[in-house]
């Protein structure tokens, strides 16, 4: 008996992920960004107005032209769309219709839109469903879309993987993602749109999400978070206790959330430090490579900080190596293959590799010591509220030639519904490659030389506050410290994603 994805709960998730999607990068792309076109201006004019003080002092040294020219490389890389102009994939199933008519509704050419499935049954109901449609569209591919990413250079607007499994399954839908990423599949801006099912509660399952779930939370909220040995176990503090109490009553919203934080991850943090610690790139930076199968000792992990997935991934296989009780670690562990493809180096001894080049001295190329002694003891450099130091030049410089994909926390659209028996959840994720900060910069060895321009300097500074406010209540991998404001501070606040929307 063939499946059908027509339920009215289906069609009203479908129609409001999709529209939405539409929307922002068409008639709303203006603010399809981390960054604002006016964010520049808009605190050259906050700080101005601070009579007497330091900040409008050193606003002040600003050359507007500066500003202008931001704004200018802003527009470009933002640009403008129309929904005809669009590039959208998706996967099939039996029923490509369904997404491909609220497509064709918004404006989006039938030309432009891409379906792909793998399964040969599944393939034969799409072909038939297609044949009596209105239109002989869209291109129903037979093949598995991660396939397509890998040998396809087509880049797409929107990308829909509406996915039948949980997060971390033997579908690989999150290996699927992170090729998309890998590969560089989707636009920036642009929108990926995932569709997760919760987990068999009554299985094992439950408790592994459980472990891995609260143990990433509270990482991610306790920067030193002790790990220690007592009586022969492994354990956290206190607080781990009460995180995975928390964790185990309210499971269902918890998951919805490390969906969320998996996928951001994946883009803005995986892909990028995979890339960058396998390419001639690190080089630039770093006389050795990074240390295959990184081995930990208890006094390693409880070194890391402001660096949640690092420590995640490094804690993960610490427990693994000493034989723990804790249920999670075969789940995180298959979690990190399926992100991490098959590079020379794995993410494990990137995300290591990239931690100990900003936090230590050791193997430094000598090119770049100059520049970090400026960053490290120049008095020119005005701190504003965070003063820049080492670590915000190798972030910059990082991710200018890595390619993040900054998720733009403000505009993502969660939504959580029942499709017969099991509990979906519905990320729509804004992604932004943020050009407009990273091309602002020279390279490398010009930079010292770029930040001693107040102007050229100060605008940098001033665009990389709103990415920083973008991330900073998420993630704490990159600028953890390079505020400019308070997030306190109207107009510049620290962002939110919105609650997940339960539609029944």
């Given amino acids: 008996m063939a499946v059908s994805y027509k339920q009215e709960t289906k069609n009203l998730v479908r129609h409001t992920v999709i529209k939405e999607a539409v929307q922002l990068l068409t008639n709303q792309r203006s603010d399809a960004c981390c960054v604002r076109r006016s964010y520049v201006r808009d605190l050259y004019d906050y700080f101005s107005q601070l009579s007497e003080s330091h900040e409008q002092q050193e606003a002040q040294k600003i050359d507007l032209s500066y500003i202008q020219e931001w704004e200018r490389l802003h527009a470009n890389s933002i640009g403008t769309k129309r929904p005809d102009e669009l590039l959208v994939c998706y996967l099939s199933g039996p029923e490509p219709e369904n997404d491909f008519n609220e497509f064709v509704s918004l404006g989006v050419l039938p030309q432009n839109i891409w379906a792909f499935e793998s399964e040969r049954n599944t393939y034969l109901q799409a072909l038939t469903s297609i044949k009596t449609s209105e239109y002989m569209q869209p291109k129903i591919v037979k093949t598995s879309i991660e396939k397509f990413f890998e040998i396809s250079p087509r880049v797409f607007d929107i990308v829909y993987i509406d996915s039948c499994a949980s997060l971390i399954s033997d579908q690989h839908t999150l290996r699927c993602i992170a090729s998309l990423f890998k590969h560089n599949r989707l636009n920036s801006p642009g929108v990926l749109i995932s569709n997760f099912a919760l987990f068999d509660t009554t299985s094992s399952e439950l408790a592994q999400y459980i472990d891995i779930i609260s ?21 956290y503090g206190n607080d781990f206790t009460q995180e995975h109490k928390r964790t185990e009553e309210s499971i269902e919203d918890a998951y919805g959330e490390f969906i969320s934080s998996s996928l951001q991850n994946i883009a803005s943090i995986v892909i990028p430090t995979l890339r960058f610690c396998n390419s001639t790139y690190l080089q630039s930076l770093s006389q050795t490579a990074p240390i295959r199968n990184p081995a930990f000792r208890l006094q390693d992990i409880n070194t890391i900080r402001d660096n949640t997935l690092y420590k995640f991934f490094a804690t993960n296989q610490y427990l693994q190596q000493n034989n723990s009780y804790f249920l999670g670690i075969s789940k995180a562990e298959k979690m990190r293959k399926e992100i991490e493809f098959q590079y020379n180096y794995d993410l494990l001894s990137s995300l290591q590799k990239v931690y100990l080049l900003k936090t230590t001295n050791t193997d430094i190329c000598p090119e770049i010591q100059e520049t970090l002694d400026y960053f490290d003891t120049d008095p020119t450099l005005y701190q504003f509220l965070d003063k820049p130091n080492k670590i915000l030049f190798f972030d910059a410089v990082i991710n200018q030639l890595s390619c993040p994909m900054h998720y733009v926390t403000n505009k993502s659209v969660r939504l ?11 990320d729509l994720l804004l992604f932004d490659d943020c050009r407009y900060i990273y091309d602002w910069l020279p390279a490398i060895h010009q ?22 406010k973008q991330r900073m209540n998420y993630n704490n991998e990159f600028f953890f410290q390079g505020s400019v404001i308070s997030k306190t501070i109207d107009g510049f606040e620290a962002q939110i994603m919105s609650s997940r929307t339960k539609i029944n």
């Fill in 447 to 468: 930079i010292p030389s770029a930040f001693s321009n107040p102007s050229w300097q100060y605008t940098f500074r001033f665009a990389l506050d709103g990415l920083i």
């Fill in 416 to 426: 959580t519904y029942i499709a017969k028996q099991t509990r979906m959840f519905t």
């Fill in 215 to 235: 143990r990433y939370s509270y990482i991610r909220s306790h920067r030193s978070a002790p790990l220690y040995e007592e009586n022969g176990h492994l354990q």
